[in-house]
């Protein structure tokens, strides 16, 4: 079981985004995330959060919102606990990422990005200013999405 962190760093109407393009063994290749990585040991969400955001833009955060939990279950990958945040504030410059291309883009254009499509769904969830959520997606082998259930309930796929 692997737990990781997602970050979206809002400034206005845009976000930073990372497009994974750099690292050739990567599942997340070619999409485009938001900042995040997995824990290290005796680290908490916000630690977590905080050093990878650190790490892989350059920035601080200074202040941030926990949004949620999402439920990743991928057949042949195995199951990660995702803790999601939003930041409102940071201090820094931004740094080249050895894990892709960063990039500040408007928060309504990202569903029409190449990103996964259970994104889609807690991206909607951060738009309506949903309190604290769980969301578990589950994904084929061919990275399809074939279920998402929201607090305990199943959602229709499109």
């Not at 997995?38 to 905080?50: I, L, T």
């Not at 820094?92 to 990422?97: H, I």
């Amino acid at each position: 079981m692997i737990n990781s962190t997602q970050c979206y760093i809002r400034q206005g109407e845009q976000v930073l985004m990372l497009h994974r393009v750099k690292k050739k063994q990567d599942i997340n290749r070619d999409k485009w995330i938001a900042p995040g990585g997995k824990f290290e040991e005796g680290e908490s969400p916000e630690d977590c959060m905080r050093r990878e955001v650190l790490e892989e833009t350059g920035l601080t955060v200074t202040g941030w919102r926990y949004r949620g939990l999402v439920t990743f279950v991928m057949e042949g990958y195995g199951t990660e606990y995702m803790h999601l945040f939003t930041v409102h504030s940071f201090t820094g410059r931004l740094q080249d990422c050895d894990e892709g291309e960063l990039a500040w883009l408007r928060w309504d254009a990202l569903p029409e990005l190449p990103i996964w499509e259970g994104d889609k769904i807690f991206l909607r969830l951060l738009d309506r200013e949903r309190p604290f959520f769980s969301l578990k997606l589950c994904y084929s082998r061919d990275n399809a999405l074939t279920r998402a259930v929201l607090d305990g309930e199943e959602l229709p796929l499109a």
